[in-house]
């Protein structure tokens, strides 16, 4: 038996066929379900549910108290805020199984999921897009968005360091950390 390249602590349960990258780092009561991939250097916080079939790329952070339902995806780098959650069913009903109806989401390359934040199924957050804290999304998020409040609404644009971007009237921005510069074109943005 070859020896585990991940750190999980006591409390957490990891069941059979999970596929756990190296350097993960599994901490209090989270429990990790059947046929979940957990990319490389993933930190999974306390109280921390992965449904089967979860998909989390390299480097991803997930705070404490997150659920991550089947048909959630998510890109390296993506960072999930404390208590945010996902669903994966529109019409939910106790007395009523739609195991069979689960809707996708897909989560793209370094966005930000703020605290408590919930992210209806069926709508994909594009790369390096910002949801803030306790949004309720229920649309699809463009890449480099920032989106806030119940239901979630566009208020401006992000640089893949968390910055947000003050277009001029060229449609240019520049990231004040990085020097990055980005370009705003038919209310899409690209790293230029």
Known sequence: MSEKKYFAHETAVIDENCH???????????????????????????????SPEVVLGKNVKVQNNVSIYTGVSCDDDVFLGPSMVFTNITNPRSAVNRRSQYEKTHVGKGATIGANATIVCGHDIGEYAFIGAGAVVTKTVEPYALVVGNPSRQIGWMSE????????????????????????????????
């Open 20 to 50: 756990i990258g190296e350097g993960v780092k599994i901490w209090h009561f989270s429990h990790i379900m059947s046929n979940s991939t957990i990319g490389d250097g993933c930190n999974i916080g306390q109280n921390v549910v992965i």
């Open 161 to 192: 360091y968390g910055h947000r971007l003050e277009f001029d009237k060229n449609g240019e921005a520049i990231c004040p950390e990085s020097g990055e510069k980005y370009i705003l074109e038919d209310n899409k943005v690209r790293k230029i």
